[in-house]
């Protein structure tokens, strides 16, 4: 089953100055795909994702998204994609309807789509008793479904999540996948970011990057059993701790390694 | 059209919601103009007066009595000695010294000569030119009288004419300094408010994360400028509204000129302003950065715009100078259009340099700003 590609990257890098953050990274994502984005903080990850996402400009190689070129046609990408940042990107000071109405209305909506849009989210959410609050007013997790609703106002062929479950509760975590698997089946491509090796194993395919270069890209299964590991959490740290010129290995990085360990652990999601 | 809409109604709506921003917009600056323009006068009132009589004669007693009639001055007291006069003017209990030297009548009625020494405090330099000019009108008069007084009898043909100034204040006739200062401090209320509001504007957005969430959405450039301004706009706009209607109310200010020209130069200058708030803010990451930017220009505009040092006293560069400051343009055409009536003609030459003014800072800050990196 050979699906379309809706992202293509060739040699993509991004330098600051002299350090390059991105190291010619070459992917594929298919249609309908949950794409796993993997790699310690500071691996390159939200800047690859940047780039493809139209507001940073790649120094070199080559990437199409959504059949668009990044570089000359940017503005045509972001018709296509939805993107939700590591950031709270609603406004806080904006009630749940404004928030709605005032994307809807940028992404170029007709009054009547927005309103119908907005129903039908709000009844799935089911945020019918805070639609008029300030969305200051609610909970985390309750944000961050928000915001992942929202990125999908405009029905994009793609939608960007950069660490989409950061600081929120196990229980709206499993929610939140129940979301993301639904957007895949109507046909949505996921991209996705996170620091939870559990959630890498609910993706497609997962890419695990370490110094902005992609070391290794597979499905989980198969990860697991190139690194003879039990968990991706196992692969993850194998490969993050394997030795690079570029960042010396310090007692500092296993440590935050192994909270992660913990971390995951303690999840009642892992296996 | 529509994608400008939904922006400009988002604005409103966070600006009327911040309950602590809608009194900075709209309560303190009219309580900034009600204050300032009652304090910021060039008028000297309530001079610390002493005097040292060395003579005590009728005459020297008839100039002292001129001091006193005066509005100006208020006699403290006398001194026996030059250096108790000297030790109070160090401690700042008087402002001005008179010493009326020993036979100041007899001189003054022989040799229709005399001296009288004046010793005025100068730390505020301004202040004691000011107290200068009183201080010689008074003698003067006095002198005027010394001489008629005793000529009277006499032909009065022989007399020597003296050349008498008669002063005619064009434009704000009783010298009043509201007059002069309730424009140019409106002047500075909407463009402080309108600096600062947009310049703080975007970068907040950067600041709270909201800014790259619009940058990945494929709204244009201009769009995203224009409905983010325009809100700014308007009140600016309305700033002045209330600012003419408490000029007239409260200072009785005259509105001699055509409103339509104030307005109509007014709309444009807020462009300028919007457009280096708005460049200020491109190149700035946090409200601080901003805030110290704008405040930095802000205080150059104001100190060289004419407002309360005429630009003609000013060296040679900082006139040239002058000629970018955007403030100096409105303050003029204010003054002008408020007091003197002038026409669209009239002020044509400072609309036109706004206009391009508007052009090039708004050309910048578009340019500048970038939806990628």
Redesign the interface.
Known sequence: MKKENVIQAKNLTKKFGDFTAVDAITFEVGQGEIFGFLGANGAGKTTAMKML?????PTSGAAEVANFDVFTQ???I??N?G?M?Q????????TVK?NI???G????LSRERIKEKRCQLVEELGLQEVVDELVSSLPLGWKQKLAFSVALLHEPKIIFLDEPTGGVDPITRRQFWEMIYKTANDGTTVFVTTHYMDEAEYCDRVSIMVNGKIEALDTPKKLKEQFEAETMNDVFLKLARSPSPALPKGKGEINSNLNEYELKKSSPLGR | MKTIGYIVQKEFKQIFRNKGMLPIIFVLPLLQLIILSNAATFEVKNIKFSYIDKDHTSASRALIEKFNASNYFNVITDFPSETLASSAMLKGEVDVVLEIPRFFERNLLKEKHTEIAVTINAIDGAAAGVENVYINQIVQAYNKKIQVGPMQPSNQMGMPKNIVTIPSFWYNKTLNYKTFMVPGILVLLVTMITLFLSGMNIVREKEIGTLEQINVTPIKKSQFIIGKLFPFWVIGMGLLTTGLIIAKLIFDVPMVGNLGVMYLYTAVYILVILGIGLFISNYTDTQQQAMFIAWFFVVIFILMSGLFTPIESMPEWAQILTEFNPIKYFVEVMRMVMLKGSSFIDILPQFSKTLLYALIMNGLAVWSYKKAN
Not at chain 1, 87 to 94: C, G, Q, R, S
Not at chain 1, 105 to 108: C, D, L, N, R, S
């Open positions: 996402i139209g507001i940073s400009i940017a503005e045509e972001k018709k994609i993107y940042s950031k709270f990107a609603l406004y806080d000071d904006l404004e109405t005032f994307y209305g940028i992404y170029g």
